[in-house]
């Protein structure tokens, strides 16, 4: 799987070395000599894409970045690379998210099966968000009127309560139904369901 490979590193030998390796192996390699330079120019989220990155660089380190991307809302798999392994690093590098964890030197082989890994995931999460973005905008496109409907359809309100609820007629909100399902693209109510449930429109505390 062709993808793009973010390595982090301060070592100039290992960076060169890594990126030949990699290049020989079909990825496209961007280096940075820092946590702070990848920051400085943050990666192309629009491709499939993992990063390789070094866990004690000078400045921030590696595991301070990981926790910077994941606040500017980064979704790319970071792979940690680390000279000594220190299991509580390594645990915490893998409760926030680490795709792996690789102690130098590290084989080729190993190498390229957790890039692989991590791009199989960079592509799964790349996906569903697009399927998020095309939701909200489904969503955004209902008149405030319609996303009052929606809102109560989801709560679990028949047309009724719907009515007395919004101060209208029954066949008014009949009609608002209609042309909510028909905007947000279902056939049924499960599925309006499951698209609040997915965006996180269903509050549990109001049903």
Not at 25 to 43: I, K, N
Not at 130 to 141: I, W
Request: proline letters at 5%.
């Amino acid at each position: 799987m062709p993808g793009l490979v973010y390595v982090v590193d301060d070592d100039e030998s290992f960076r060169m070395a890594i990126e030949r390796r990699l290049k020989l192996a079909g990825y496209e390699v961007v280096t940075y000599p820092s946590a702070q330079d990848l920051l400085d120019h943050m990666p192309d989220a629009a491709k499939p894409g993992c990063i390789l990155l070094d866990v004690q660089i000078p400045g921030l380190s590696g595991p301070e970045l990981q926790t910077r991307l994941i606040e500017l809302g980064s979704v790319l798999p970071i792979i940690f690379l680390t000279g000594h392994a220190d299991t509580v690093t390594t645990v915490r590098a893998i409760k926030a998210g680490a795709e792996d964890f690789l102690t130098k030197p590290v084989s080729s082989e190993q190498l390229i099966d957790a890039i692989e890994r991590a791009l199989a995931r960079s592509e799964t999460s790349r996906g569903q968000q697009s399927k998020l973005d095309s939701l909200r905008a489904l969503v955004a496109s209902l008149t405030p009127r319609e996303r009052q409907v929606f809102d109560l359809i989801v709560r679990g309100k028949i047309n009724k309560q719907i009515a007395y609820e919004l101060g209208t007629t029954e066949r008014t909100i009949k009609a608002h139904r209609h042309q909510v399902m028909e905007k947000m693209q279902v056939v049924s109510f499960a599925e309006l369901v499951s698209i609040a449930e997915r965006l996180g429109l269903r509050d549990p505390k109001k049903m």
